[in-house]
T-cell receptor, first 109, second 114 residues
Framework: TQLLEQSPQFLSIQEGENLTVYCNSS?????LQWYRQEPGEGPVLLVT?????EVKKLKRLTFQFGDARKDSSLHITAAQPGDTGLYLC?????????FGTGTSLTVIP | KAGVTQTPRYLIKTRGQQVTLSCSPI?????VSWYQQTPGQGLQFLFE???????NKGNFPGRFSGRQFSNSRSEMNVSTLELGDSALYLC?????????????FGPGTRLTVL
């Protein structure tokens, strides 16, 4: 059982479409992070959300932290082929750090 | 500023052998964390070292161990390798203990156990 469940697991969309990735947990996190990982590379941090209900925007990416700090979402507007990659949410609780199950996104030109 | 480097990038071992992986953090970073990434289990936290002390440890058997040197470089050792240890091993460094600041990942070491 994974502490952070992401959905969907796989997503293949056409360039220009919008999409939302979800990260859910039954545990409360003081903060959640979103990463993107490309093949052959380590994950790269996109954003950290800290406050329940917080919304952060990074160009075409919008991140939201749930009010109860148990879930988060990533919305991409007008997806581009360069958005292709593995998206991971992550957070620390107790003495451990957890990554989500991952969402593999493919944007078709 | 140089990024996180990991050596070797690729490694092939046989069951029962042991392996040591190395991670050099970004200059000035004192926190190094190790992760295992597999298609089935995803990215899982192994342990974190800060100023030569292990701060946190994930749910892995004792065959997985690590250490950190005074220059913040870290090594991870896996003894008595099993087929299931085949994975991408990632390390990440940060200027503060895990969870406080951004962590920067290296490219990983791809370990194959035959």
């Amino acid at each position: 059982t994974q502490l952070l469940e992401q959905s969907p697991q796989f997503l293949s969309i056409q360039e220009g479409e919008n999409l939302t990735v979800y990260c859910n947990s039954s545990s409360v996190f003081s903060s959640l992070q979103w990463y993107r990982q490309e093949p052959g590379e380590g994950p790269v941090l996109l954003v950290t959300v800290v406050t329940g209900g917080e919304v952060k925007k990074l160009k075409r990416l919008t991140f939201q932290f749930g009010d109860a700090r148990k879930d988060s979402s990533l919305h991409i507007t007008a997806a581009q082929p360069g958005d292709t990659g593995l998206y991971l949410c992550a957070g620390g609780t107790g003495n451990q750090f957890y990554f989500g199950t991952g969402t593999s996104l493919t944007v078709i030109p | 500023k140089a990024g996180v480097t990991q050596t070797p990038r690729y490694l092939i071992k046989t069951r029962g052998q042991q392996v040591t992986l190395s991670c050099s953090p970004i200059s000035g970073h004192r926190s190094v964390s190790w992760y295992q990434q597999t298609p089935g289990q995803g990215l899982q936290f192994l342990f974190e070292y800060f100023s030569e002390t292990q701060r946190n440890k994930g749910n892995f058997p004792g065959r997985f161990s690590g250490r950190q040197f005074s220059n913040s470089r870290s090594e991870m050792n896996v003894s008595t390798l099993e087929l299931g240890d085949s994975a991408l091993y990632l390390c990440a460094s940060s200027s503060a203990p895990l969870g406080y600041n951004e962590q920067f990942f290296g490219p990983g070491t791809r370990l194959t156990v035959l």
